[in-house]
């Protein structure tokens, strides 16, 4: 234990250390990347570009963006959020995190997030995050004089309510949920070309608001599932991201702005066995503004294989248009704070690759007691099976009763129950029988 403790310490410091000082510079293979994008030439998609808010279609980063944002059906820490908003009620712990993605040309994503469960209704769940996009909004005159300078900005703010129906010890339930949201695009003022002054206003006319909202449901089960833990080895998840609108043309005449990024998404993730989980998704963006237009779906695929109870390996491959996407990423878990650190090429998106990299630091604070309330109800059920065992069929059914006390739905209680009590009466009428002869 003490040597996994400093190796972890060790390896957390050397990230830090580097990662400030890193210059990550695309690689001249400029040959190889214009055949690749020869090849996905037929994926080009005519319409792409022609919503607002593209923030929203940037992930948080770290995790999310090391599996090749293949998270619809994963969803299994905080980024849910951004993917998902069923998978909070699935969610073992409270989290809070904080998230840092270098998009491309000098642009940015912070967020931050938090998420919990209720203590009195533990398949209830709310969460939210804020976050801002930004990237350098610089001005040049004729003369390539610096006229102006700002920043361009899509702020967004985001509460999350969802639910785990009928969650119990064999059906693990079918979580739904609700994640509202608001944006804000500002736009910095620009300059008049004629006499060089800035315009008052100018870019609050160019700013707009968007109001809108994710809707999404998960399904976890268990199917060929070669290890044993109470966890289900299946996940299915449905979403759909950004139903709304949004509006400019503030201090003159308002009006609705372009469609939002609006889409459709199904994943899934499989654990076949313990260290390796694979997921993929589909996604379909939908025109609400214009509801014949059609847009070209993308898929994502990613893998994560855990080495040890602290550190695993990520790795995803993503398709949209005619960009390929290959990521890989390192997640460390030490003290309940788990870092990821992520690197994606991105292959077809300019002359020369394009490297980005993306952070994410999550506190874990605990489950709010439900582990030693399971482990309380384990008790029960261990000390109930002595008892049937013993043919003691009445204690034992009142120790199975005090464990529903503590979760209603776990099914072993109930069932053992019903067996003692089956018990019980067919031991009364093979009494009455004899009594009878």
């Known amino acids: ?63 999310t963006e090391s599996l090749g944002n293949a998270y619809t059906g994963l969803c299994d820490d905080i980024s849910y959020l951004r993917f998902n908003p069923a998978a909070g009620a699935i969610q073992k712990e409270t989290q809070i995190s904080l998230f840092h993605n270098a998009w491309i040309a000098d642009s940015k994503l912070e967020t931050l997030a938090f998420t919990t469960r209720f203590k009195n209704i533990p398949h209830l769940s709310t969460g939210g995050y804020i976050s801002c996009f930004y990237m350098p909004f610089t001005e040049y005159n004729f003369f390539g004089e610096r006229v102006a300078g700002s920043y361009y900005t899509e702020s967004l703010a985001a509460f999350n309510l969802s639910y785990n129906f009928l969650a119990g010890y ?169 870092i990821n650190f992520n690197y994606t090429l991105d292959l077809t998106t300019s002359v020369a690759p394009l490297n980005r990299i993306s952070l994410s630091a999550k506190i874990q604070l605990g489950d709010k007691g439900r582990s030693i309330i399971d482990a309380q109800v384990n008790e029960y059920y261990k000390t109930g099976l002595k008892y049937y065992a013993d043919a003691k069929w009445e204690d034992a059914i009142i120790i199975w009763q005090e464990a529903l006390k503590l979760n209603k739905r776990f099914d072993p209680a109930i069932q053992g129950i019903q067996s003692a009590q089956y018990q019980i009466d067919m031991f009364r009428k093979i009494q009455e029988s004899l009594m009878l002869d």
């Not at 400093?6 to 990662?19: C, E, G, V």
């Not at 100018?202 to 707009?208: C, F, Y």
Request: proline fraction near 5%; include cysteine.
């Open 1 to 63: 234990m003490k040597k996994k403790g400093i190796f972890s310490r060790a390896l957390m410091f050397m990230i830090f250390l580097i990662l400030p000082g890193m210059q990550l510079k695309a690689l001249s293979l400029t040959d190889t990347t214009s055949t690749i994008g020869d090849l996905f030439t037929s994926f080009l998609d005519p319409n792409e570009g022609t919503t607002s808010f593209r923030s929203l279609l940037i992930p948080f980063g770290g995790r």
């Open 170 to 338: 064999d059906f693990k339930g079918l979580a739904a949920g609700i994640t509202l949201k608001a944006g804000w695009r500002g736009m910095p003022d620009y300059t008049d070309n004629n006499t060089g002054a800035i315009i008052s206003g100018s870019g609050l006319a160019q700013s707009a608001l968007a109001v809108m909202a994710d809707l999404g449901i998960m399904l976890q089960f268990n199917f060929l599932k070669f290890y044993s833990s109470r966890d289900p080895n299946v996940r299915i998840g449905l979403s759909v991201q950004n139903l709304g609108l949004s509006f400019t043309g503030f201090g003159n005449d308002i009006k609705t702005d372009d469609p939002l990024p609006t889409t459709i998404g199904a994943g899934i993730s499989v654990k076949f066995i313990k260290p390796i989980t694979v997921s993929a998704d589909f996604i379909q963006p939908i025109n609400l503004v214009t509801p014949g237009t059609y847009i070209f779906p993308y898929f994502n695929t990613g893998v994560s294989i855990q080495f040890t109870s602290f550190l695993s390996l990520l790795a995803g491959f993503s398709l949209k248009g005619a960009n390929p996407r290959i990521s890989t990423g390192l997640e460390c878990e030490i003290k309940k704070i788990r």
